[in-house]
C-alpha cells in the first residue's frame, strides 16, 4: 500500500511510465528557492532521485516552469536550453515532453516523460501529460512533500497560529491511541459490555474532573471549565446511547465507542462554521480519552524540571494538564485548527501554539523544538544562533505580557478619549467564562447550533430555557445576544438533514430555514424568553434576513410568543430584536427596517463571503479571500451611514472585529462595537488603547480610495509599527491574562 506521500508519488510516476509506454518519466517539485528537486522518477539513474537539484530557470525543466507551458522537442540535446546533469546519465534520451504542475497561479512543478527515440510526442500523449498534471499539482500541493517535508531540510515547519508567543522546549509526543484504527468485532456478552461502558464513563469522569482541578490552579477562574465540553459530552445521552445501541447490534465495545465518536466528530467536521467545525476535535480526543481508559493506558510522568513542548496530531486538553506547573513552552498540532479548545486554552495558559502543520520529519521525544506562535512556524533542533534570536524574543514578550495584564479592567478608550464596547462571541455553554474573565462587556453573538447538533432529535423547550438561563445568568447585568437557529447549508442536524442542494450557500439555511419551521422557532424563541425571565439582557438575534417579509413574519410569530408565555403566567416582556447583517441585500434594506428593529450587527464573514462570491473555507480559493477589501470596507461605511440616520445601534460579530488592521479601520468608519472570540479581547484593547480616534479616522479615510486589500493593509500596518505597536502583533503577547 502506498501510504506516505512519497510512495504515492512513486507509484503515479511507475504508472505513468508503464501505461504511456515511456523511457522516462520523471517528477520534479519546486522549493522556496525556485530550484527543481528530482522527487521520483522511473528510468533515470536512481542514485539522483532526490539529489538532483535544477538551479531556477534552468535546462528545459526551468523552461517549462518559466513558461509555464508544455515544451516537447524531438530531440532535447539540439534546443538552446538543454541542461545536461552528470548524474541523471539521461544522456541515453532524445525526447522530451515537460509540462507544469501548477497550483493556485504558481508553479510547483515539473512532469517530465523522455524517450531513447528521437520523436515528437503526440498532441494526445502531450494532452494527456497535461490533464495529469492538473491532478498531480493538486494531490502535490496539500501534500507535505510539497510543504513540510521540503521546509524540514531546514528544520522550519509552517502552520496555523493557535496561539501567539515564542516558546523553546523539549518535545514530548503525545500518544492518542489509536481509536480510530479500532476494528469492529462481535460482542461476546453485550449486558456485561453495556455494564462496562457505563464503568468507563464513570472512571473517565472522574479523571476529567481531576484533570480540571490540576490546571484550574494554572488558570483563572473559568478558563478550566473548557473541560466541562468534555463532562457534557461524557453525560451526553446521545453519545451514550449511541454506543449503546452499537453495542446492542452486537459490535464489541471498542469497535461501538469508535462508531459513536466518529460519528459525532464527523458531525461537526461536516458543518460550515468553523467555529461548530473544530469541535470535532473536542469528540475525537475524548473518545481516544475513553479508549486509553479501557486500554489501560496512562499518561507518563513528565520530569518536572524540563521544559516541554507537546507534540501530536492533535493535543487534548488533558494532556496539556498533565505537564507541571509553568514547565509547558509550546504546543504544535500536526492537524487541527485555530478554533480549536486546544487553541482556546493554549492561549488562555499563554502558551505558544501552532496548529494544522501536517507531518513533520525527524521528530523525537527530547528534540529541541521552537515553536513560534506569531508566525506560526516550528523550528526543529535550531542551530545557536537562531537559538539566541528566539531567546531575546521571548524575554521581550514576558515584558509585553505584563502590560497587558495591568489593562485587564480597563476600558476600551483611544487616546483622546472615545470609548468602545467590547462584546465576546461563544456558542458552548464551556466558554462562557472566558468571555468575562477577558473583560467582555457582554455576549455579542451567541450561536445556538450546538444544544441542537449534539442530541437525536429537537431538544425541548426547558431542555433550551436550561442552557439559554446559564448563559444569561452568568451575564447578569450586561446584553447577551443570542440568534436563532442558525443551520440549513452545510450546517446539518443529524435528524433533519437539509439534502439535495445544489448551492447550500444560497439555499434553506438560517431564517429562512426556521420560519418554514415555525414550530421549531416558536419552542426556540420561548426558550429564550423564558430564560430570560428576571434577567432583563436576552437580545434576539436573526441570521440571514434578506427581505422585509421575513422580519415581519418573526415579528409577528415573537409578539404570539410573548402573549402566549405571559397568558402561561410568565413575568416576560418582549425582548430587544436585531438582524444580522450578512446578506448583502439586507444593506439597502436598514431603512425600511428601522422601525422593526432596536439593532443591527454585522456578519462581517457571510458578508465578505457573500459579497466577494468566495467562500473562506473552500482551500481552493481561501487565498483570495480578504474582509480587508474595497468592496467590503464601502458596503460597512454604507451601513453604518444609514445606522447612524436611522439611529440604530450597530455592532460587528465577524472575524474582522479581531484583526487588527480592520479594527482601525472600523473604528475610523465610526463603529463602537465589536464582538470577538474571548481571547483576543485584551490585544484588541491594546490597540484600541494605543491609538488616536483621529489617526484611524485619517487612515480609513485612505483606505477608501486604494483599490487594492494589500495596498489598505500595508498602510494600517506601517501606521501601526509607527505607534509601536508591532510588538503586539508581531511578537508577543505570551502569557496574555487569562
Ligand atoms: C458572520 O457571518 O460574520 C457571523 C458572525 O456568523 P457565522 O460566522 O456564525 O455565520
Ligand atoms: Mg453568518
Not at 153 to 173: M, T
Not at 669 to 685: E, N, W
Amino acid at each position: 500500500m502506498a501510504d506516505q506521500p512519497i510512495d504515492q508519488v512513486n507509484l503515479v510516476v511507475e504508472s505513468i511510465s508503464s501505461g504511456m509506454a515511456v523511457d522516462v518519466c520523471s517528477l520534479y517539485l519546486a522549493n522556496t528557492e525556485g530550484e527543481m528537486l528530482l522527487l521520483a522518477s522511473r528510468g533515470l539513474a536512481a542514485g539522483s532521485v532526490r539529489r538532483v537539484k535544477i538551479p531556477a530557470g534552468k535546462g528545459l525543466v526551468g523552461l517549462v516552469a518559466s513558461s509555464r507551458h508544455p515544451v516537447n522537442l524531438a530531440n532535447a540535446e539540439s534546443h538552446p536550453s538543454f541542461y545536461y546533469v552528470a548524474e541523471t546519465q539521461e544522456e541515453h534520451f532524445h525526447s522530451f515532453c515537460g509540462v507544469p504542475l501548477v497550483h493556485t497561479g504558481k508553479v510547483i512543478g515539473v512532469l517530465v516523460v523522455q524517450g531513447r527515440d528521437v520523436r515528437q510526442f503526440s498532441d494526445e500523449e502531450q494532452g494527456f501529460l497535461v490533464t495529469l498534471a492538473a491532478h498531480l499539482a493538486l494531490l502535490l500541493a496539500n501534500s507535505p512533500l510539497a510543504t513540510g517535508e521540503v521546509a524540514n531540510r531546514n528544520g522550519r515547519v509552517s502552520g496555523i497560529r493557535g496561539a501567539p508567543g515564542i516558546g523553546i522546549g523539549y518535545c514530548r509526543l503525545c500518544d492518542h491511541g489509536e481509536l480510530y484504527a479500532v476494528a469492529n468485532a462481535p460482542c461476546d456478552n453485550v449486558s456485561k459490555s453495556l455494564d462496562d461502558w457505563h464503568a468507563l464513563l464513570a472512571a473517565v469522569r472522574l479523571e476529567v474532573q481531576t484533570e480540571q482541578a490540576a490546571i484550574a490552579g494554572k488558570l483563572s477562574d473559568g478558563v478550566a471549565s473548557i473541560f466541562s465540553a468534555y463532562t457534557m459530552l461524557l453525560s451526553d445521552p446521545s453519545f451514550i446511547g449511541h454506543v449503546e445501541k452499537n453495542i446492542r447490534d452486537g459490535n464489541w465495545l471498542p469497535g461501538a465507542l469508535r462508531h459513536a465518536t466518529q460519528h459525532f466528530a464527523e458531525l461537526f467536521r461536516a458543518m460550515d462554521d468553523p467555529y461548530l467545525q473544530a469541535r470535532h476535535e473536542d469528540i475525537h480526543h475524548l473518545g481516544n480519552k475513553l479508549y486509553n481508559s479501557w486500554r489501560g493506558i496512562q499518561g507518563a510522568d513528565l520530569p518536572a524540571d524540563r521544559r516541554i513542548v507537546l507534540v501530536g496530531n492533535q493535543v487534548s486538553v488533558s494532556e496539556i494538564a498533565a505537564v507541571p506547573a509553568g514547565m509547558l513552552e509550546g504546543i504544535v498540532c500536526l492537524e487541527g485548527s485555530s478554533l480549536s479548545h486546544t487553541a482556546v486554552i493554549a492561549n488562555a495558559l499563554g502558551v505558544p501554539a501552532v496548529m494544522g502543520t501536517g507531518p513533520i520529519r525527524h521528530l523525537a521525544n527530547d528534540s529541541l523544538l521552537v515553536v513560534d506562535g506569531n508566525n506560526a512556524q516550528v523550528m526543529l533542533n535550531p542551530d545557536a544562533t537562531v537559538l539566541a534570536e528566539y531567546q531575546k524574543l521571548e524575554d521581550d514578550q514576558r515584558f509585553l505580557m505584563k502590560r497587558l495584564e495591568q489593562i485587564r479592567e480597563a476600558p476600551a478608550i483611544t487616546l483622546d478619549g472615545t470609548e468602545l464596547t467590547l462584546y465576546t462571541n461563544t456558542g458552548l455553554l464551556a466558554d462562557i467564562s472566558p468571555g468575562l474573565v477577558n473583560g467582555a462587556q457582554g455576549v455579542g453573538l451567541y450561536r445556538t447550533e450546538i444544544p441542537f447538533m449534539i442530541r437525536n432529535s429537537f431538544p425541548s423547550e426547558d431542555e433550551q430555557v436550561a442552557v439559554y438561563q446559564q448563559v444569561l445568568a452568568a451575564y447578569e447585568g450586561k446584553p447577551v445576544h443570542m440568534r436563532t437557529l442558525d443551520i440549513g447549508g452545510d450546517k446539518q442536524l443529524p435528524y433533519f438533514p437539509v439534502e439535495n442542494e445544489e448551492n447550500p450557500a444560497l439555499g434553506w439555511r438560517g431564517i429562512r430555514f426556521t420560519l418554514d419551521n415555525s414550530q421549531l422557532l416558536m419552542t426556540q424563541v420561548r426558550a429564550m424568553i423564558r430564560a430570560g425571565e428576571d434577567l432583563d439582557n436576552l437580545r434576539i438575534l436573526l441570521p440571514m434576513i434578506s427581505s422585509t417579509g421575513e422580519l415581519d413574519d418573526f415579528c409577528e410569530l415573537l409578539t404570539d410568543a410573548v402573549a402566549q408565555l405571559q397568558a402561561e403566567g410568565y413575568r416576560v416582556k418582549r425582548p430587544a430584536l436585531g438582524v444580522m447583517v450578512e446578506v448583502p441585500a439586507a444593506i439597502s434594506q436598514i431603512p425600511f427596517w428601522a422601525e422593526k428593529i432596536d439593532f443591527i450587527s454585522i456578519g462581517s464573514n457571510d458578508l465578505s463571503q457573500y459579497l466577494l462570491a468566495l467562500d473562506r473555507n473552500n482551500p481552493r480559493v481561501a487565498a483570495r479571500y480578504d474582509h480587508v477589501h474595497p468592496a467590503v470596507l464601502l458596503e460597512i461605511q454604507r451601513i453604518l451611514q444609514m445606522a447612524r440616520l436611522h439611529r440604530i445601534p450597530v455592532s460587528l460579530c465577524g472575524e474582522m472585529a479581531s484583526d487588527p488592521v480592520a479594527v482601525v479601520l472600523l473604528m475610523g468608519l465610526g463603529l463602537r462595537t465589536l464582538s470577538m472570540s474571548a481571547t483576543k479581547i485584551p490585544r484588541i484593547k491594546w490597540l484600541i488603547r494605543s491609538l488616536r480616534l483621529d489617526t484611524a479616522e485619517q487612515l480609513s479615510e485612505g483606505a477608501m480610495t486604494c483599490m487594492y486589500p494589500a495596498d489598505i493593509r500595508l498602510r494600517v500596518e506601517a501606521a501601526l509599527q509607527e505607534a509601536g505597536l508591532e510588538d503586539l502583533f508581531n511578537r508577543n503577547t505570551r502569557g496574555t491574562p487569562a
